[in-house]
């Protein structure tokens, strides 16, 4: 891609940020940019939280707002049955998504940090071997450091390369016998690489080591299936990949499998018991849950299988493949993780030359309205594997709702910004 436009300055205001657009004329400014998107920004942080939503979303939240707001499990009225069904279809949407054959083995937690929690501190035991990579975010690495100090738990970790790959032989080697779980990211927010779950969890079904998959960043990404892949554990969010609201997540867990619970309180079922039920998913699920929210992940899931997973992943890709290339014509862009796009997540880490990358991606956003991340995006560890555990960089990320536009004018703003600097 030959990025080549005419600079010049119009500029409009909306509340007191400054949007410098410039491609050279008007009538291709009007085909690059839509109204709304002059004024409003262009989002490219959708490894944080996925933005817009489908208008099914904001749809279903106003409607179980305004028209039910009955808890689930809490009453035998005509609401609260609602809910007990529309939670109930949520779970079995989103089990079909990830290939899971029950909806009572998917858990509905606030996030996938509470539901990585859950896993870890409810499954491992004093002393537990752990084999993770060293490339985590920090949902997995703070609760593991946290579990090694306070009880002892024993963390081995296996090489992710700077491309993103794992040497499947040193997980093998990696698997001994004080090793009691296998916990580790499926794809990447810093790297963009996808771990192979499958041929890890072969290699330690084959030592009787239960498999935990943080799915974070994959799931409604890319396709998934637990059973095919031997997944005992995954834990995902609704707020990503699933194109649903915050407050929302949770976890796969296989059917046999029990852990202790994180917290213990009213579920709305075995109300005479002292303890928390025995059975999933109301063992894990005390309190009365983000109901709203659910109702809202529940359309955004159903928008995924009306869409297509493989679909989404396509169009993600491609767009990643255009803005690889487009760096490739702009000098002293450095990009982070394989260059390869089919090896990718919707995502990408660079630094702009020697461009403090917290500054430029300020300068992206107030003189071009584009909005991205900068810093150690959450996941320190993989900063080491990129070289970047100093400065941080600036990461990119795409969804199904971005457009070919919105990447050329990244590429645009950056050449500009680069050529500025030089």
């Not at 990358?357 to 991340?373: N, Q, T, V």
Request: proline share 5%.
């Amino acid at each position: 891609m030959k990025i080549n436009a005419q600079y010049n300055n119009p500029s409009v205001r909306y509340g007191n940020i400054k949007r410098i657009l410039y491609i050279s004329t008007p009538s291709l400014r009007k085909d690059f940019l839509s109204r709304k998107e002059i004024f409003m920004g262009i989002y490219l942080d959708n490894s944080a939280t996925s933005y817009p939503k489908p208008e099914c979303v904001y749809d279903a939240v106003n409607a179980y707002m305004r028209d039910n707001g009955a808890s689930p499990g809490r009453g035998t009225y005509a609401n609260a049955m609602a809910s007990d069904k529309l939670v109930y279809e949520a779970r079995k949407s989103v089990a079909r998504l990830i290939g899971a054959e029950k909806a009572g083995e998917i858990v509905f937690t606030m996030n996938s940090t509470e539901a990585i929690n859950t896993v870890l501190k409810g499954f491992l035991q004093d002393g537990d071997g752990v084999l993770t990579s060293d490339a985590e975010h920090n949902a997995v690495w703070r609760p593991l450091k946290t579990l090694e100090k306070y009880r002892g738990v024993k963390i081995r970790c296996f090489r992710v390369s700077k491309d993103g790959k794992a040497d499947l032989d040193e997980i093998g080697e990696k698997l001994t016998p004080e090793i009691k779980l296998a916990a580790f990211v499926h794809g990447s927010n810093v790297l963009g690489n996808i771990l192979p779950t499958a041929d890890i969890s072969k290699l330690a079904r084959a030592k009787g080591v239960p498999v935990l998959v943080d799915a974070s960043q994959t799931a409604g990404a890319i396709p998934i299936d637990v059973v095919k892949e031997g997944v005992d554990f995954l834990a995902f969010t609704g707020h990503k990949g699933l194109l649903g609201p915050t407050g929302t997540g949770g976890f796969y867990i296989k059917s046999g499998l029990s852990l202790s619970t994180l917290k213990e309180g009213g579920t709305g079922s075995m109300a005479k018991s002292p303890f928390p039920p025995e059975l999933p998913p109301d063992r894990y699920e005390a309190g009365t849950m983000n109901i709203f929210g659910i109702a809202g992940l529940k359309a955004a899931v159903g928008f995924i299988h009306e869409t297509g997973v493989p679909d989404i992943q396509a169009h993600e890709r491609a767009l990643i493949k255009r803005m690889l290339n487009g760096f490739k014509t702009i000098p002293d862009i450095e990009v982070y993780g394989s260059q390869n796009p089919e090896d990718r997540l919707g995502l990408v880490c660079f630094n702009i030359g020697g461009l403090d990358p917290y500054k430029a991606a300020a300068k992206l956003d107030e003189d071009y309205g584009i909005m991205l991340r900068a810093g150690l995006h959450c996941a320190p560890r993989a900063h080491l594997i990129s070289g970047t555990e100093g400065t941080g960089s600036i990461r990119a990320s795409v969804g199904y709702f971005n457009t070919v536009a919105h990447i050329d004018h990244l590429l645009c703003a950056i050449a500009d910004i680069r050529k500025k600097n030089t």
